[in-house]
């Protein structure tokens, strides 16, 4: 059985990175709604996303969006995340929102589109250098629309390009992370579609350049947690950007649609050693909360990544070996459901307590007023968005 010390020890160590985005208005093609005490600035995301960390203790770590959260002196911005408890994390860049991007950015035909793509690549890695950021985290909307639009190969060779450039400028501490996407902006190829793709791209750059697996970027009953293995066996999972789907890229908390799989790729990554400090897997969550509080809804994501955690820790290793040894296909299922059918929650309120920390975090955060005290603190001003 499982050691609960170990368990809560590994609980404890784990950390999740929340997105600056996450914090602001967000909306889809139809409407954005607007709502009260949305920060205004990249400082104001910092301050939402310290009160996470403080609630819940394990999300010290803030990935920022270039150019959303473009600020005059990122030292400066650092600086302001130190005094709160935080760091910044991943720098994601952004090469789909100019007009230039219409037919591809790092992959565009066009050789002056690519160069002004790469230089905001290496743009980024400059920011990296300001703020300590470790990771440079990569998603491209390129791809074409119609058949014989242009070419496959090519389209790659002018990525393979791209990429060699910018990894070629990392530091020694730091990594690019490559996202793959199967469909959306583009509808006919997209050019890093898939976990296959980005891998051999990642395999040729060399050992910075890893895998994100964004979890709603899979067709429909895609087996998400056997690339988790099979990414983590061969040293190239870099991270996750964690949410949840129903349909597509949908962005949601994680763990809301359907918690079992969040539980069997935390099984996985709990079964290869993706938990160890050493393996340096990003626990990233992307997502959006369109019509949710915010902050009370990044409180629950992180909440439900711990969940699905503590339950893939408390998988008994040793019964499911001797399981799978005896070719117990019963018995070796059921060890499994047996750890996810365990309410992990009076656990998790233990460790918070030991930590000094409530143990409902949500309620604590409600209960705290600073909700309402952003809603009147945070008059005039532009309220950040998704894509502001
Ligand atoms: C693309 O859908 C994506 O998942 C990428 O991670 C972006 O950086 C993020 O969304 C926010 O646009
Ligand atoms: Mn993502």
């Known amino acids: ?48 996303a310290a009160e996470v960390h403080a609630f819940t203790g394990v999300a010290p770590k803030v990935s920022l969006h270039i150019p959303w959260d473009r600020v005059e002196d990122y030292a400066t911005l650092a600086t302001y995340a130190k005094e709160r408890g935080l760091e910044l994390g991943a720098i994601n860049s952004n090469t789909f929102q100019d007009d230039d991007y219409r037919l591809g950015s790092v992959c565009h035909p066009d050789a002056e589109v690519r160069r002004k793509a790469v230089d905001h690549l290496l743009e980024c890695v400059g920011i990296m250098d300001a703020t300590g950021s470790a990771d440079l985290k990569l998603w491209f909307a390129d791809g074409t629309n119609y058949p014989g639009q242009d070419d496959i190969v090519a389209r790659q060779d002018r990525l393979a390009e791209a990429l060699a450039e910018v990894y070629g400028r990392l530091g020694d501490d730091q990594r690019l992370l490559l996202e793959y996407k199967f469909f959306e902006p583009a509808f006919y190829t997209t050019d890093v579609p898939d976990w296959g793709t980005a891998y051999a791209h990642c395999l040729k750059l060399g050992p910075k350049a890893r895998v994100v697996v964004d979890t709603g970027h899979h067709a429909p009953g895609t087996n998400i947690e056997f690339i988790v293995a099979l990414l983590l066996k061969e040293g190239k999972l870099g991270g996750f950007d964690f949410n949840s789907r129903f349909y597509a890229d949908d962005d949601l908390m994680v763990g809301s649609a359907d918690p079992f799989q969040l539980f069997r790729i935390m099984h996985e990554v709990s079964r290869n050693g993706g938990l160890r400090t050493e393996t340096n897997v990003a626990f990233m969550l992307d997502q959006c909360h369109n019509i949710e509080a915010k902050i009370p809804a990044v409180i629950r994501s992180v909440m439900n990544v711990q969940e699905a955690t503590a339950k893939a820790l408390l998988v008994d290793g040793d019964a499911l070996a001797a399981a799978q040894r005896d070719g117990d296909v019963l018995g070796a299922n059921a060890v499994l459901m047996d750890a996810y059918n365990t309410d992990v929650r009076p656990l998790l309120r233990e460790l918070r307590e030991e930590r000094g920390l409530d143990p409902e975090p949500v309620a604590a955060y409600l209960r705290s007023g600073r909700q309402e005290r952003i809603a009147v603190e945070r008059v005039g001003g532009r309220q950040a968005g998704w894509g502001a």
């Open 1 to 48: 059985m499982p050691d609960i010390a170990a368990v809560k020890a590994a609980l404890a160590a784990q950390r999740i990175e929340t997105p600056s985005w996450g914090y602001g208005n967000s909306g889809t093609r139809f409407k954005v709604f607007a709502r009260e005490g949305v920060p205004r600035t990249p400082y104001e995301k910092l301050d939402d």
